[in-house]
Structures are given as C-alpha cells and as structure tokens.
C-alpha cells in the first residue's frame, strides 16, 4: 500500500468509529506500525490545516480520534439546530474534581468529602458520559466505583489523566479545596 492509501486508510477508519481508536487496532485495520502511525496522524492534521478543514484528529490517551475543528463550533450547532449545552454546576465540577484526582472513587468516598448526599449528581455524570461504573470494591455490600471517561478528557481539553493540575499547584493555603476547584474549572469544558 502506498502512503497516500494509508493515510486514506486511516482516515476512513477514523470517520467510521466516531469515537476514540486505540493505536494497536489502528495499526492492525491499516498495517501501519504504530511508529509510523503518529507520523501518518501529523500529515494528516498538517494537511487539513493547510487546507483550513473543519476535521481534525486529536490523542486522547492511546488512541486517536477524528472530530471538527474548534473554530467551527457554531456554524455546526446552527446547523445541527443544537442549543448551547449547560455549564456543569458548581456540584457536578466538584464530584468530577473528586473523582478525577482520586478514582476509582465510590459514592460514599465521593460524599465523605464533599459532606454531602452526592448521589444524583454522579448519576447525572454518569448520564452525560463523563464519568463511568469502574467495578466494584472488595468490601462488605461491594459498593460501586466511578472513574472519569475518554470524553471527560475530550471536554477538558486533556491527552490524559496526567495533563490534570497537580494538586501541588492547586492547593495553596486553601484547607477546604476550592483551590483545586478553581484550578480544575480553569481547564476547558467544551461539550458538557
């Protein structure tokens, strides 16, 4: 297969999964080893943005995913005839704080230090998709934990979990952990 073949061979496997590709199986559907496969991903985002496309191809952990490019946002929701999604509330960013620096995290976990009944709002995390069951711990009544998801780090703008402040940089003085609070909304939130 020649180059311009793979890269169109990748960017079809891409454009059919609507969702993060993890390199091993990008390697494997294209015959690309996965040296070569970060090279091939940079052409392509070098190529659409020479042209100016509204596609691009972001990492998100180890895998790639192809999406629209930023600058397009409201064209594409007037299009699409979408309103602009809500902001998360002060709650919700305060369980993802929680579950972000900590997961897996249980409901009990997350409400010992919030000080606050937290259920309802994991369940609405858990609907929007940015949080996810991780399984369960080994304790009497095997309660649930909860970790964030590849659109967690989609929304906030994150590769992974490492691109989170550290808490160090957060913290400050602040004892009850607004600090972290403010640093985590400070990172981009695109599509909650």
Request: a negative charge; glycine letters at 8%; aromatic letters at 6%.
């Amino acid at each position: 297969m020649e180059i311009k073949e793979k890269l169109g061979a990748l960017e079809a496997v891409l454009f059919a999964g609507g969702e993060p590709v993890e390199f091993s199986r990008l390697s494997e559907a294209t015959g690309i080893d996965i040296g070569t496969l970060h090279s091939m991903i940079g052409l392509l985002n070098e190529r659409y943005q020479d042209c100016e496309s509204g596609i691009r191809i972001i990492r998100i952990e180890n895998s790639y995913q192809m999406c629209t490019a930023e600058k397009y946002d409201k064209q594409i929701r007037t299009a699409l005839e979408k309103r602009k999604s809500s902001p998360l509330s002060n709650a919700s960013m305060e369980v993802l704080t929680v579950i972000a620096y900590n997961q897996p995290v249980s409901k009990a976990f997350i409400e010992n230090v919030r000080g606050t009944d937290s259920s309802s709002v994991v369940n609405n995390l858990v609907e929007k998709g940015l949080v996810e069951e991780a399984g369960r711990l080994e304790v009497p009544g095997k309660p649930v934990v909860y970790r964030t998801t590849s659109l967690f780090l989609r929304c906030f703008g994150l590769v992974s979990l490492a691109d989170l402040p550290p808490l160090s940089d957060l913290s400050g003085n602040s004892s009850d952990g607004q600090a972290v609070l403010e640093g985590f909304e400070g990172l981009q939130n695109t599509e909650t």
